[in-house]
């Protein structure tokens, strides 16, 4: 024990060594200052070491290098109280580098300040009353040319660690602060400063971890913030600063369960991702509140086997956050504006049922009619297991719902539970952002603009992003899409992530409902005939020339069967042929429109009038159901949910399995390549929509074109010549996506 009155200087060390025991350290002055040029320690090889006691009630506390109990046993307890600075390791890293190059030198047994122990480490508390806490690191260059840092301070036991306590008024610097039980139980850390900057805080053990509390009158900077217990509960962190909380990864993971993340802040707070994960048991909640900007990478709350925490981001400025991820908490962001384009996953915010529900009553009510199959949401994921069973078709069902504040998106298949993600993104703002979209992709005028993809990248950032990585990872690569008001006149195929369109991806196909699909699987023969209808010319409508020899060419280089021209096209012809013979395949060539108001405002315009869409079951397409039904003119006005519901119930009002549809009237050269690739790759293709991506993809890449009267497809065996009225439609640049993103599989995908 060492006191004096006024200040206490030691040129050298101060230490206390036995092989069974090392003794107590203390040293005290009363009215002065501690300085000690090199280390101070209680050391034991073969049993326990003392308490290591500073007292500076006065004065300041500087020890030049490290400051420790050892012990193969139990090492006692560091305390140190000063009024003014606790500088500690000043010249430790010089130290460091004299030995550093010793075979035997082990970085992991030194730091500025410790507590080691074979058994239990002992307690570690430094506290300044009225000045500064400083904790210098000791960095190196080791052998292989990387950067080392040794721990600033550290408490670390087999069965035990301590507690680590820093306590201030001022700043407090450290770099790694760390408590360690390789067989047992960590302690706790506590930091409470006015500015406090560190580098990771960790509290790691095994059958439990304590808890981290991080607290500061000013702002807070710190590195990797971690309690983990592999066998045990893993300890909560909280973080609370008066000004900003800056750090990176927040992490609890516990084998029996995880704590609670919290931090506040009055200003901002910005984060890396942050995790509370449980092998067993619950895992924590995750709360973050900013008085100002909060800003955070990926946040999850995950228990493998229990129940997941809630997560609540709250902000007086803007939010922006990576994915947000629980399996069964609820998740709560709320801000003065949000620019995330993260995801948020929380299977009790939406169910799949209710909203599932909800989408085929609204459709059934608006085409005031039953279906013609039986079937079910459930017989719908039965085919869908089938073909990813038998087939490795590998479909998932997509249901997108837009909430007042959020967008709602859902994803399921046979092989994973149903998971729900959130965008932050309005109804109103989408729903403006499409019809801007829609503008630049429709109107030739704006199209000359080139700034299409700009929103379609926008809408695939809110609407298809969010899932990516999910759709990415289970290998999927058909998507049925069940969509809200306001997105069924969206053409999807067209949305972009910067590098591709979604077409180049996935096929898809647009149904009012799972369990609005017709379920049935019945794969198109390759010799299905085909039942090719339409007009050129019309009363009251603009003609349309090349329909003679679109039907023409279908019938004489795509598909057997016949043909209904003009005066032909009859509503009592079109009965009878499909009564005399059960087309699978009906191709229409002639307008259709999908309107605003009742369903009878929507029309498929035949020869000798129109037939509206609550009439069109009385052509006799349900029994047996035609496979395929292609419309090649029509158009739909776009942004009005009545004409969407017409469209996305197109295949469930005329009784057809699948039907192929235009959003807008696409100009007669895209057409006709299109319909040719169309039927081309129907013969090849396990489901239908797969064939119309890969026509999609014709003309997007060039695969398909038509040069002196001549079409060219780099799938076709042979060219083909086209008659007279087709071959001024020669060198034109379909590749822009208003030539093909129109066209829209409507019902089953297969």
């Known amino acids: 024990m060492l006191t004096a009155a006024r200040d206490i200087t030691v040129g050298g060390e101060v230490n206390s060594y036995g092989d ?231 992490r609890s993971e516990g084998g029996s369960g995880s704590g609670n993340i919290n931090v506040q802040a009055l200003r901002n707070i910005i984060t890396g991702d942050i995790t509370s994960k449980a092998t067993q048991g619950n895992s924590g909640n995750v709360s973050l509140n900013a008085g100002g900007d909060l800003t955070t990478g990926n946040i999850a709350s995950i228990a493998e086997n229990g129940t997941s925490g809630n997560i609540s981001l709250e902000a007086g400025g803007t939010i922006s956050t990576g994915t947000l991820t629980t399996a069964d908490g609820t998740v709560s962001v709320t801000g003065a504006a949000t620019t995330n384009t993260g995801t948020i996953t929380s299977a009790t915010t939406l169910e799949l049922e209710d909203l599932e529900r909800r989408y085929s009553q609204d459709f059934l009510s608006y085409l005031g009619s039953m279906p013609a199959f039986g079937g079910s949401m459930a017989d719908t994921e039965a085919t869908v297991a089938m073909l990813f069973a038998d087939r490795n078709v590998r479909i998932a069902s997509v249901l997108i719902e837009l909430l007042p504040n959020q967008i709602a998106i859902r994803i399921t298949d046979p092989e994973h539970d149903p998971q729900v993600f959130y965008s932050p993104i309005d109804r109103d703002t989408v729903l403006a952002t499409i019809d801007t979209y829609r503008t630049h992709l429709v109107n030739a005028r704006y199209r000359l603009l080139g700034r299409h993809n700009d929103y379609a990248a926008q809408l695939y950032d809110w609407l298809i992003r969010p899932i990516a990585p999910e759709l990415e990872a289970r290998n999927i690569d058909t998507l049925m899409l069940s969509v809200d008001a306001g997105l069924r006149s969206l053409p999807f195929g067209a949305l972009y992530d910067g590098e591709r369109y979604l077409i180049e991806q996935y096929s898809y196909s647009l149904i009012p409902s799972l369990g609005l699909v017709d379920p049935r699987y019945q794969p198109l023969a390759i010799d299905a005939p085909m039942l090719a209808m339409g007009a050129s010319q019309f009363i009251r409508q603009s003609p349309l020339p090349a329909v003679p020899a679109e039907l023409n060419t279908l019938i004489n280089h795509r598909r057997d069967g016949s043909i209904l021209l003009n005066d032909a096209f009859t509503r009592d012809n079109v009965i009878r042929q499909r009564q005399r013979t059960p087309y699978p395949i009906i191709h229409l060539a002639t307008h259709g429109e999908f309107n605003s108001g009742a369903l009878e405002n929507s029309y498929l315009q035949l020869w000798d009038g129109q037939i509206g869409l609550d009439e069109i079951r009385e052509l006799g397409w349900s029994d047996p159901p035609v496979e395929l039904l292609v419309l090649s003119a029509c158009q739909t006005a776009l942004g009005n949910s009545e004409a969407e519901m017409g469209f996305a119930g197109l295949a469930v009002a005329a009784g057809v399995k699948t039907a192929i549809a235009s959003l807008w009237y696409v100009d007669d050269m895209a057409t006709f390549l299109l319909m040719t690739e169309l039927y081309q790759n129907l013969a090849t293709a396990p489901i239908k929509v797969e064939a119309l991506r890969e026509a999609q993809l014709a003309l997007l890449r060039g695969n398909v074109q038509i040069e002196d009267g001549i079409l060219y497809s780099d799938r076709a065996t042979e060219p083909i010549a086209l008659p007279e009225s087709l071959r001024n439609l020669s060198g034109q640049d379909v590749s822009h996506p208003y030539f093909w993103s129109a066209f829209t599989a409507i019902g089953s995908p297969w």
């Open 20 to 250: 069974q025991a090392g003794g107590d350290v203390t040293i005290e002055s009363a009215a002065g200052n501690i300085a000690i040029t090199s280390y101070v320690s209680s050391y034991s090889d073969g049993g326990n070491a003392g308490d290591v006691r500073l007292r500076a009630p006065q004065g300041t506390v500087d020890i030049g290098r490290e400051l420790e109990t050892y012990a193969f046993g139990t090492a006692g307890q560091v305390d140190i109280v000063a009024a003014g600075d606790i500088t500690l390791g000043s010249r430790f890293g010089q130290f460091i580098d004299t030995i550093r190059t010793d075979p035997e030198f082990d970085p992991g047994l030194w730091a500025t300040v410790q507590t080691y122990a074979g058994e239990n480490a002992g307690n570690i508390s430094l506290t300044s009353t009225s000045g500064n806490i400083r904790l210098n690191n000791a960095t190196y260059t080791d052998n292989l040319g990387q950067n080392v840092t040794l721990a600033s301070v550290r408490s670390s036991g087999l069965q035990r660690s301590g507690n680590l306590t820093l306590a201030s008024p001022g700043t407090i610097n450290a770099g790694e602060i760390i408590t360690q039980a390789s067989g047992g139980n960590s302690g706790s850390i506590t930091i409470n400063g006015n500015n406090v900057t560190t580098g990771n805080v960790s509290s790691i053990g095994v059958t439990g971890s304590g808890s981290i509390r991080l607290s500061s009158t000013g702002s807070i900077i710190a590195g990797d913030v971690t309690t983990t217990a592999s066998a045990g509960q893993s300890g909560d962190i909280a973080v609370n600063s008066q000004v900003d909380a800056i750090l990176r990864n927040l």
